[in-house]
Nanobody, 121 residues
Framework: QVQLVESGGGLVQPGGSLRLSCVAS????????MGWYRQAPGKQRELVGT???????NYKDSVKGRFTISGDNAKTTVYLQMNSLKPEDTAVYYC???????????????WGQGTQVTVSP
C-alpha cells in the first residue's frame, strides 16, 4: 500500500505565493518520478511539472518562471513552490508519483487526494 499525503493549498490573492507538499509512504522501493497535476472546474487534468530522482525538472509552459518543483534528500517528498499566482492557476492540485515496490520490479503510478488552490482578490 502506498499513500500520498498533500498539504499547503488555500486561498491567496493574485500575485501571492503558496507552497504545496506531498509525502509518499508505504511499500516503496524507489521513486522514479514525482510531480504535480491540476484540474480546474470543467477542464481536463493537466501536467504542472515533474522532477526525476536525478533532479531533472519539466514544467508546463504557462508556469515556467513562476513555479518550482523540488524534492527532499530522502526523495519521498515533493514540493511545489508557486509564486506570482494568477486567477487562472485556480484548480485542484494533485501529487503524482511513479515508483517501484521491489528491486527491478514494475513501475506503478499513484495519485494524491488533491488540494484546492484558489487565486482570487
Amino acid at each position: 500500500q502506498v499513500q500520498l499525503v498533500e498539504s499547503g493549498g488555500g486561498l491567496v490573492q493574485p500575485g501571492g505565493s503558496l507552497r504545496l507538499s506531498c509525502v509518499a509512504s508505504g511499500s516503496i522501493y524507489s521513486i522514479n518520478v514525482m510531480g504535480w497535476y491540476r484540474q480546474a472546474p470543467g477542464k481536463q487534468r493537466e501536467l504542472v511539472g515533474t522532477i526525476t530522482t536525478g533532479g531533472r525538472t519539466n514544467y508546463k509552459d504557462s508556469v515556467k518562471g513562476r513555479f518550482t518543483i523540488s524534492g527532499d534528500n530522502a526523495k519521498t517528498t515533493v514540493y511545489l513552490q508557486m509564486n506570482s499566482l494568477k486567477p487562472e492557476d485556480t484548480a485542484v492540485y494533485y501529487c503524482y508519483v511513479i515508483l517501484s515496490k521491489v528491486e527491478g520490479g514494475s513501475n506503478y503510478q499513484y495519485w494524491g487526494q488533491g488540494t484546492q488552490v484558489t487565486v482570487s482578490p
